[in-house]
């Protein structure tokens, strides 16, 4: 048996999230489908770093590849993106020592979220578009109250599958580039829905609808208020999987141009 470990892109508009479920389609379950076909009913396994939420999407997510075979990596790749749909996409795929986990191996996860403040025909499935007026510096500076070691309870779903509610917050980044607002979380882990329902609160933060004393009552105490506020899954990007002594580029950047068209762009009349 021999281990690989896999770098994966995906649009995830149109799957039930990474995880793989009886009934519904999803990342780690296609995966699994097209592996089959690829190693000829030889058992196969699949971990992911993490599990994405339905409809959330991927820049790079990392799993592990467990399958009796002599194909190269590169072949593995080929072969794997020969039989995927177009909106799953294999970047890149490595041998992997025996003992590497791409979930516990993992020392951080990055999560990038995209605001729009226009309506965009091109840019839909992935950003959120907000209508109201948001004060930028607002949601900027009670973002830095989210950094550290919290209990993240009023900010997740309940789930069996983890024991902890408390997450620590390495970094979150805050930028305007045109009219988009991008917001980067940076953890040890995520529980489900948090990173959805924190963007939530920093948006009713920029709208005035709450302040920062809000979002420090529901790192102190559990509340359900959070869970009003979740963001649609279509703006957010797991961006990056960090294992040791990997560091993510600092540069915050869009996923998408949605500047367009604009006025001053039109032609001048002779």
Known sequence: MARFKLYIEYEGTRYSGWQMQNNSKSIQGKLHEVSKVIFKG?????YGSGRTDAGVHALCQVAHLDVKTMLAPEIIR????????????????????????????????CYLY?????????????????KDQLNFNK???ASNLF??????????DND???????????????????DLILIRITGSHFLWKQVRRMVGVLVEIGRGKL????????????????????????????ERVLYKEEILAPELRPLINIEGYKKSQRPIAK
């Open 114 to 130: 995209q605001i729009s403040r226009r309506r965009t025909s091109f840019g839909k499935p992935f950003v959120w578009w907000i």
């Open 78 to 109: 080929m072969k794997m993106n020969d039989e995927l749909p177009s909106d799953i996409n294999i970047l890149e795929v490595e041998k992997a020592n025996p003992n590497f986990h791409a979930r516990y191996d993992a020392k951080s996860r």
């Open 160 to 178: 069996d599958e983890e024991k902890s509610t408390k997450v620590l917050i390495e970094e979150v980044q805050i930028k305007e580039e045109g």
């Open 42 to 46: 030889e058992h196969v396994e699949i």
């Open 211 to 238: 302040t920062p004393d809000d979002l420090k009552y529901f790192l102190e105490h559990k509340s359900p208020t959070p869970a009003k506020y979740t963001a649609p899954p279509s703006g957010l990007f797991l």
């Open 147 to 156: 950094v550290g070691m919290h209990d993240f309870t009023s900010f997740a």
């Open 139 to 141: 949601m900027n500076n």
